[in-house]
C-alpha cells in the first residue's frame, strides 16, 4: 500500500508539473496563424553531446591545474571559447524565422490528414537543418539557402470526427557543431476537419425526391446555359458575365446545367431507431455515393439544411455539416 501510494503521489505531481509548464507555455507562447521566433520563443540548451563536452573540459581543467601545463589551459580555455561562439551561431540560426500556418487537409478517422506550413527567414541570413514536426506526424528537414521560404507538408493520424488539433509544432536545430539544442514549442491554431466514419449500408430506405426524373441541375463545366448568379470567390474568369458588368451590373458567374435522373435528400430520419454515429456514418457514405454517380442530393438533419446540389463544393459542405454536427468550439 505505501508503495502504490507513493507511485501515485509522484504521478500526481508529474501531472501538476506537466500543466504549470503547458500553462507557462501558453502564456510565452499563445496560439497564432504566424509566428515569428525572437529572444521570447526560443530555447536553447547543451545537448548530450554538449554536457559530454562540458564535462571534458571540466576535466581537461582539473589535469591543468594538477600539472600546471600552460599548453592545458590554453586548449582548454580555447575549445571553452568555441563553446560560447557555438551558442551565439546555434541560436541564430532560429531566429528570425517566421512559421505560418497555410492549411489542414480534411480526413475520415484512422487516415493521414496533410498539414501544409510555410517557413520564412526575415534577414539575408542562411539557416541549416531545421527539423520540422509536430508529436505524432512525420518529420521535415529544412534547409533555407537559395530560397527566402519553403513549404514543408507533413502528415500525422486523426481520430474521431470533428476538429483535430496536432498540437504543438515543434521547430528544432543543433547545427553548427551538434554541443547546444536550439527549439521552440508554437501553436499555429491550425486544425484538420475530420469527417465521419463512412459506414455501407445495403440501400437508402425511404429515398425522398423533390424533383422529377431529367430535372435541370447546376454544373459548373457543362455545355447547357441555364442562368446568371452572383459571384463567388473561386468562380473561373471565364464564367463572369463580362457584357453585364460592362453595362454597369453587379458582378455575376454564369451557370450551366446537366440533366440529373433524381433530386434525393439525405433525410436524419431515414435511419430510425440508431444512434447518432451510426446515422453520420450512413450519411457520410451516401454523400460520397451519391457524389460519385453525380446525383443531385441535399442534406436535412436537426437544425441544419442544405439544398440539393451537385460538385466538390457541395460535397465538402455535406460532410462538413455532418463532421460538426453536435460539436462546439473549433477553431477561430
Same mark, same amino acid.
Given at each position: 500500500?505505501?508503495?502504490?501510494?507513493?507511485?501515485?503521489?509522484?504521478?500526481?505531481?508529474?501531472?501538476?508539473?506537466?500543466?504549470?509548464?503547458?500553462?507557462?507555455?501558453?502564456?510565452?507562447?499563445? @496560439?497564432?496563424?504566424?509566428?515569428?521566433?525572437?529572444?521570447?520563443?526560443i530555447f536553447i540548451f547543451p545537448s548530450r553531446t554538449g +554536457?559530454?563536452?562540458?564535462?571534458?573540459? +571540466?576535466?581537461?581543467?582539473?589535469?591543468?591545474?594538477?600539472?600546471?601545463?600552460?599548453?592545458?589551459?590554453?586548449?582548454?580555455?580555447?575549445?571553452?571559447?568555441? +563553446?560560447?561562439?557555438?551558442?551565439?551561431?546555434?541560436?541564430?540560426n532560429l531566429s528570425g524565422l517566421t512559421i505560418h500556418a497555410?492549411?489542414?487537409?480534411?480526413?475520415?478517422?484512422? #487516415?493521414?490528414? =496533410?498539414?501544409?506550413?510555410?517557413?520564412?527567414?526575415?534577414?539575408?541570413?542562411?539557416?541549416?537543418?531545421?527539423?520540422?514536426?509536430?508529436? !505524432?506526424?512525420?518529420?521535415?528537414?529544412?534547409?533555407?539557402?537559395? =530560397?527566402?521560404?519553403?513549404?514543408?507538408?507533413?502528415?500525422?493520424?486523426?481520430?474521431? /470526427?470533428?476538429?483535430?488539433?496536432?498540437?504543438?509544432?515543434?521547430?528544432?536545430?543543433?547545427?553548427?557543431?551538434?554541443?547546444?539544442?536550439?527549439?521552440?514549442?508554437? %501553436?499555429?491554431?491550425?486544425?484538420?476537419?475530420?469527417?465521419?466514419?463512412?459506414?455501407?449500408?445495403?440501400?437508402?430506405?425511404?429515398?425522398?425526391?423533390?424533383?422529377?426524373?431529367?430535372?435541370?441541375?447546376?454544373?459548373?463545366?457543362?455545355?447547357?446555359?441555364?442562368?446568371?448568379?452572383?459571384?463567388?470567390?473561386?468562380?473561373?474568369?471565364?464564367?463572369?458575365?463580362?457584357?453585364?458588368?460592362?453595362?454597369?451590373?453587379?458582378? #455575376?458567374?454564369?451557370?450551366?446545367?446537366?440533366?440529373? %435522373?433524381?433530386?434525393?435528400?439525405?433525410?436524419?430520419?431515414?435511419?430510425?431507431?440508431?444512434?447518432?454515429?451510426?446515422?453520420?456514418?450512413?450519411?457520410?457514405?451516401?454523400?460520397?455515393?451519391?457524389?460519385?454517380?453525380?446525383? !443531385?442530393?441535399?442534406?436535412?438533419? @436537426?437544425?441544419?439544411?442544405?439544398?440539393?446540389?451537385?460538385? =466538390?463544393?457541395? /460535397?465538402?459542405?455535406?460532410?462538413?455539416?455532418?463532421?460538426?454536427?453536435?460539436?462546439?468550439?473549433?477553431?477561430?
Amino acid at each position: 500500500m505505501p508503495a502504490t501510494s507513493d507511485s501515485a503521489a509522484r504521478q500526481d505531481l508529474r501531472a501538476r508539473l506537466r500543466q504549470r509548464f503547458q500553462a507557462w507555455v501558453n502564456r510565452r507562447i499563445p @496560439p497564432a496563424r504566424s509566428v515569428t521566433l525572437d529572444q521570447k520563443r526560443i530555447f536553447i540548451f547543451p545537448s548530450r553531446t554538449g +554536457f559530454f563536452f562540458g564535462l571534458s573540459l +571540466f576535466l581537461m581543467l582539473l589535469v591543468a591545474i594538477n600539472y600546471e601545463n600552460n599548453m592545458g589551459y590554453a586548449v582548454t580555455f580555447l575549445l571553452a571559447t568555441l +563553446f560560447v561562439i557555438a551558442i551565439l551561431h546555434t541560436y541564430a540560426n532560429l531566429s528570425g524565422l517566421t512559421i505560418h500556418a497555410l492549411r489542414a487537409r480534411p480526413a475520415f478517422p484512422g #487516415q493521414q490528414s =496533410e498539414f501544409d506550413v510555410l517557413i520564412e527567414r526575415g534577414k539575408q541570413r542562411d539557416h541549416y537543418a531545421l527539423h520540422v514536426c509536430w508529436p !505524432e506526424s512525420t518529420e521535415g528537414l529544412v534547409n533555407l539557402v537559395a =530560397e527566402d521560404t519553403v513549404r514543408v507538408q507533413l502528415h500525422t493520424a486523426v481520430g474521431e /470526427r470533428g476538429w483535430h488539433s496536432p498540437g504543438r509544432l515543434l521547430v528544432e536545430s543543433c547545427y553548427p557543431v551538434g554541443l547546444l539544442r536550439c527549439w521552440t514549442w508554437i %501553436d499555429l491554431d491550425l486544425h484538420a476537419l475530420v469527417y465521419p466514419r463512412p459506414l455501407a449500408s445495403p440501400e437508402l430506405p425511404g429515398l425522398t425526391s423533390d424533383k422529377p426524373e431529367g430535372a435541370a441541375v447546376p454544373v459548373v463545366g457543362s455545355d447547357d446555359f441555364y442562368g446568371f448568379r452572383d459571384y463567388r470567390q473561386g468562380d473561373s474568369m471565364r464564367q463572369i458575365h463580362w457584357k453585364g458588368l460592362a453595362r454597369g451590373q453587379t458582378v #455575376q458567374s454564369k451557370q450551366y446545367g446537366a440533366y440529373a %435522373d433524381r433530386s434525393a435528400w439525405l433525410d436524419w430520419e431515414m435511419f430510425p431507431g440508431l444512434g447518432i454515429e451510426q446515422r453520420l456514418s450512413h450519411l457520410c457514405y451516401w454523400t460520397l455515393e451519391f457524389e460519385q454517380r453525380g446525383e !443531385e442530393y441535399g442534406l436535412r438533419m @436537426p437544425g441544419t439544411l442544405i439544398e440539393p446540389g451537385v460538385g =466538390e463544393k457541395h /460535397r465538402d459542405e455535406v460532410l462538413q455539416a455532418l463532421a460538426l454536427f453536435g460539436k462546439s468550439g473549433g477553431p477561430g
